[in-house]
C-alpha cells in the first residue's frame, strides 16, 4: 500500500479523473481506478458514450500505471436516481438527476464499494475543494470558478466529505489539460461530456418521450388565456424555456420572444408570456424543502448568504429562515429569473458550500 494510503478514484474516460488520479500517486497514495457504469440498455445508440468512456478510462488507468476495474451500479441508478427524475418530471417540476446522482451513488454507492475494498479514502475529478475546519469537514467552491461543481456537491454529509478527495479543485482546467498533455495521458484533449448523465447529446424530448407519452394541451397567454399554440406534454418544458415552443407570430402581440411562465397541471395548459423581464418571470423569494446541510446544522436566521437556484447562475445575496415541517424560506435581495420548482437551491457563505434543497414554490417581487 503507498505511504499515504489506498485511494479509489472514479475514472468516468475524462481529463479530470484521469488527472486527480495521476496527482495522487505522485502523492505517494496507493491508486485504484474504477469506472462506475451507472446507465444500461442504451449502449448500441449514437449517443450514448458508456463504452467509449470504459476504453478511455481503462486506457487512462495503464497510462498512469494503476490498477483498474469496472463495476456496475445501473441497478441502484435506476432505483435511486432515475425513478425520482421519472416521479419529478411527470408531477411537472425540473429535478436534477446529476445532484442526487452523486449523494447517492458516487458517494454511496461507490463509497461503499470502494471502503469494502479496503480503501482509505475516494477520489474523483470533481472541481470542488474539502477541508476541514474548527473539527467539521467543509465543501469549498473550485478554484476555477467557472468549472465550479459545488453546486452538485451541496447534498455531500460530514461522512462522506471525510472519506473524499477532489485532487484538481485548486486547479484550472487549463493546467489540468497541460498536466495530462505533458505527462501522455491518451484522454489529455477529451472533449468534457455535457448534459445530464444519462442522456448525453440526445434530443431531452425524445428521451423522455420513452417513460412519460405525450399528453398534448393548449399554450395560452398567461395575461389574456389566448391560446396561441399547442405542447406536446407539460413534463417536456421548464420554466424560463424559450426555444422548442413552436410559436410563430401572433396577431397582435409584440415581435418579442415567447418564454414558458407557469404549468397549470389541473387544466394542462402551458402558460406563456412575452419578454425576457415579464415580471411573471422573476422571484423575490422562494420555499424549499427537503433540506440538507453539510455541517448538520441550519443556516443562521437574517444573515446575508449568497444562493444559486441554477447552476450557471451568479450568487445571489439573499436571507434565510428555517420552518416547520422541514422547509425554509429564501428572500432574495433582488428578484430571481426563472426559479425552478424541482432544482436545486444552494446556500453558500463566501466560497464555504453550506447545502440547500429542492425548490418547492416559488412567489413573485408583488407578492
Same mark, same amino acid.
Given at each position: ?51 467509449? &468512456? /470504459? ?30 427524475? /421519472? ?46 475546519? /474548527? ?17 452538485? @456537491?451541496? #447534498? @455531500? ?7 473524499? =478527495? ?10 489540468? #489539460? ?13 472533449? &468534457? ?31 389574456? &388565456? #389566448?391560446?396561441?399554440? #399547442?405542447?406536446?406534454? =407539460?413534463?417536456?418544458?421548464? @420554466? ?9 407570430g401572433v396577431k397582435g402581440t409584440p415581435e418579442e420572444p415567447w418564454y414558458v ?8 395548459? @402551458? ?14 423569494? /422562494? ?57 436545486? =437551491? ?22
Amino acid at each position: 500500500m503507498g505511504s499515504k494510503g489506498r485511494v479509489i478514484v472514479g475514472l468516468s474516460g475524462g481529463v479530470d479523473s484521469a488527472v486527480a488520479a495521476l496527482l495522487l500517486t505522485r502523492e505517494g497514495y496507493e491508486v485504484i481506478g474504477l469506472f462506475m457504469k451507472n446507465w444500461e440498455g442504451d449502449d448500441t445508440e449514437e449517443y450514448c458514450s458508456s463504452s467509449e &468512456d /470504459l476504453v478511455a478510462a481503462a486506457a487512462a488507468a495503464d497510462a498512469i500505471g494503476i490498477e483498474f476495474e469496472a463495476v456496475n451500479f445501473a441497478a441502484e441508478y435506476r432505483e435511486r436516481v432515475f425513478a425520482d427524475f /421519472l416521479r419529478e418530471y411527470q408531477a411537472g417540476r425540473t429535478p436534477n438527476p446529476d445532484v442526487l446522482c452523486n449523494s447517492e451513488i458516487k458517494f454511496k454507492a461507490f463509497l461503499d464499494h470502494a471502503l469494502a475494498l479496503g480503501a482509505d479514502r475516494i477520489a474523483t475529478g470533481h472541481y470542488a475543494q474539502v477541508r476541514e475546519f /474548527l473539527g467539521a469537514w467543509q465543501l469549498l467552491k473550485a478554484e476555477d470558478g467557472t468549472k465550479d461543481q459545488s453546486y452538485f @456537491l451541496h #447534498r @455531500l454529509n460530514q461522512a462522506q466529505l471525510a472519506k473524499t =478527495l477532489f485532487p484538481v479543485g485548486h486547479l484550472y482546467k487549463r493546467d489540468v #489539460r497541460r498536466i495530462a498533455e505533458e505527462a501522455g495521458l491518451p484522454n489529455h484533449a477529451r472533449k &468534457d461530456s455535457t448534459g445530464i448523465c444519462f442522456i448525453g447529446e440526445r434530443p431531452f424530448r425524445e428521451f423522455l418521450a420513452r417513460y412519460l407519452p405525450k399528453q398534448p394541451g393548449e399554450i395560452r397567454v398567461l395575461d389574456t &388565456d #389566448r391560446v396561441v399554440g #399547442r405542447h406536446e406534454g =407539460l413534463m417536456y418544458y421548464t @420554466l424560463g424555456q424559450r426555444e422548442g415552443l413552436g410559436i410563430g407570430g401572433v396577431k397582435g402581440t409584440p415581435e418579442e420572444p415567447w418564454y414558458v411562465a407557469a404549468k397549470d397541471m389541473e387544466r394542462n395548459v @402551458l402558460r406563456v408570456v412575452q419578454g425576457h423581464e415579464h415580471p411573471a418571470l422573476l422571484s423575490a423569494s /422562494l420555499v424549499a424543502k427537503d433540506l440538507s446541510w453539510i455541517s448538520g446544522e441550519e443556516p443562521h436566521t437574517h444573515w446575508v448568504y449568497a444562493a444559486k437556484t441554477r447552476y450557471r447562475q451568479p450568487d445571489a445575496a439573499c436571507q434565510v429562515e428555517c420552518i416547520s415541517g422541514g422547509e425554509c424560506e429564501v428572500v432574495f435581495s433582488a428578484p430571481q429569473w426563472a426559479v425552478t420548482p424541482g432544482q436545486s =437551491l444552494v446556500l453558500y457563505e463566501s466560497r464555504v458550500c453550506l447545502g440547500g434543497g429542492i425548490i418547492a414554490t416559488h412567489h413573485p417581487p408583488d407578492q
